[in-house]
């Protein structure tokens, strides 16, 4: 049967994210969030959710909708900062002991995602040595240097947004809106991709930025962001 | 004693931007330093998020949500811009591709330590963003910051307060009093501001002060708008 994986609404394209799941979602400020498919996420309900996140507090990002509605038991990000100087409903769950959160460097963080989705369990980076970051960790000394070991981080779903995409899956992204998200869809068992629109060629090898063979799952969502 | 303004600590920081450089500056008075550099030094600004040559801010009436920098601000391309993911943008900064970052900072130790990522608000949630892989990895890292704290305390110190952001990678700091070095030996004062003796900088300091033997004035151009 010919491949075709547009779906036609997020709720159906994320109908099998269950209890517990772990869920990586791109973006990075106001370009390439999933929000149409976050949106879905939250109305679709499923709890105890792990999130794999630059940032779970951006003001344009609706990740921060998911942690307010009690859906999330675990984040993983570098960055978890209110805007207030009260603190946020993010902050007050952690306050509260109600929410776990592992705190990492950025390029700790896309290095990770990029070594779960490429087969590596762990690496060793200098990056974070010294810091309260890599306690605990174990390390060892490279040319004379401290690097510290990081290990792969998998998910079940990924959630990312492009510009365009074709029946295979294939993505086309605008300017700065890959960041997260091509390492994210290599890293997790279901990709679901939203994107501005469908195209009805297929597109063509050079503006294709991550193959289908990465991305499960595909939504036309227009300019919603 | 004329105490630079922010636009004059981006200024000064600009002026030691070399022709060719590529350069990461951080969210804050770094990235002012984008505005100031002197004519004919052609320079790509590297932001985390995966541009390489981010040009001005953009024309309200141009800005584009998709086109952002590490600080979120919508933002040009110049000539010559790539766009890269955040896997080839990071392998970058590690690599030792980006020849300088410019940081903002709360505490810089005699010893080139830097503290600028948690600012011990109690609960308040963490935020470290590319901060650790740019103080670890660029192949020169340079602090703008005030002098003191709002309060009046140093923030150059013997050893840092604050939890480390990456130990003994601090070259350079430019401050609203002063140029200053990191060098073997500690703090090597380049250059001070009209008005401000010796005694007075190190009154503010509290690790102690070397200075050059052609230590200068420290004398930025008035720039519109002050702050």
């Not at chain 2, 896997?87 to 810089?108: C, K, N, P, Q, Y």
């Not at chain 2, 990895?137 to 709002?150: L, Y």
Request: one cysteine or more; aromatic letters at 6%; hydrophobic letters at 45%.
């Amino acid at each position: 049967m010919a491949i075709d994986k547009r779906l036609a609404s997020a709720a159906e394209a994320l109908a099998d994210v269950a209890d517990g799941a772990s869920v990586m979602i791109s973006g990075f400020g106001g370009a390439g969030f999933p929000n149409v498919l976050l949106r879905a996420l939250r109305e679709a309900g499923p709890r105890g959710l792990t999130l794999i996140v630059n940032s779970a507090t951006h003001r344009f990002s609706r990740t921060h909708e998911l942690i307010e509605a009690g859906q999330v038991r675990r984040v993983i990000c570098t960055a978890a900062r209110g805007h207030e100087a009260t603190l946020s409903p993010f902050e007050r769950l952690l306050k509260e002991g109600r929410i776990e959160l592992e705190c990492v460097p950025q390029g700790t963080f896309s290095e990770r995602v990029r070594a779960g989705g490429a087969g590596i369990p762990a690496f060793y980076t200098p990056v974070g040595v010294g810091t309260p970051l890599a306690v605990d960790k174990e390390t060892r000394v490279f040319d004379g240097r401290v690097h510290v070991l990081e290990h792969a981080i998998r998910a079940d779903v990924a959630l990312i947004r492009a510009d365009r995409a074709d029946r295979y899956g294939n993505l086309a992204f605008r300017y700065a809106q890959a960041n997260f998200g091509p390492a994210m869809a290599t890293a997790a068992r279901v990709t679901v991709a939203e994107v501005r629109a469908f195209e009805d060629a297929p597109l063509a090898h050079t503006e294709i930025q991550l193959p289908g063979v990465f991305v499960r799952r595909v939504v036309a969502v227009g300019d919603a962001r | 004693m004329s105490k630079l303004t922010r636009k004059q600590m981006a200024w000064r920081a600009a002026q030691d931007i070399a022709d060719g450089w590529v350069v990461n500056l951080g969210i804050g008075i770094p990235v002012l330093a984008a505005d100031y550099l002197p004519p004919g030094r052609d320079v790509f600004i590297q932001s985390e998020n995966g541009i390489i040559g981010c040009g001005p801010v953009a024309a309200a009436d141009r800005a584009d949500p998709d086109l952002v920098d590490a600080g979120s601000r919508r933002v040009t391309l110049r000539p010559g811009a790539s766009i890269v993911e955040s896997v080839a943008s990071f392998a970058m900064i590690r690599g030792g591709h980006v020849d300088l970052t410019i940081l903002g900072s709360f505490e810089v130790a005699a010893n080139g330590d830097m503290a600028n990522w948690d600012s011990g608000v109690p609960d308040k949630g963490p935020l470290v963003g590319g901060a650790m892989d740019l103080a670890a990895c660029a192949r020169a890292v340079w602090v703008v910051m005030e002098h003191t704290t709002r309060a009046g305390a140093p923030r150059l110190l013997r050893a840092c307060r604050l939890p480390l952001t990456a130990p003994r990678c601090v070259r350079r700091v430019f401050t609203d009093l002063a140029v200053i070095d990191v060098t073997e030996a500690g703090f090597l004062v380049r250059e001070i501001v009209p008005g401000l003796s010796r005694e007075a900088l190190q009154a503010r300091t509290e690790a102690p002060l070397s200075f050059a033997a052609d230590c200068r004035t420290l004398n930025p151009p008035a720039l519109d708008g002050g702050g």
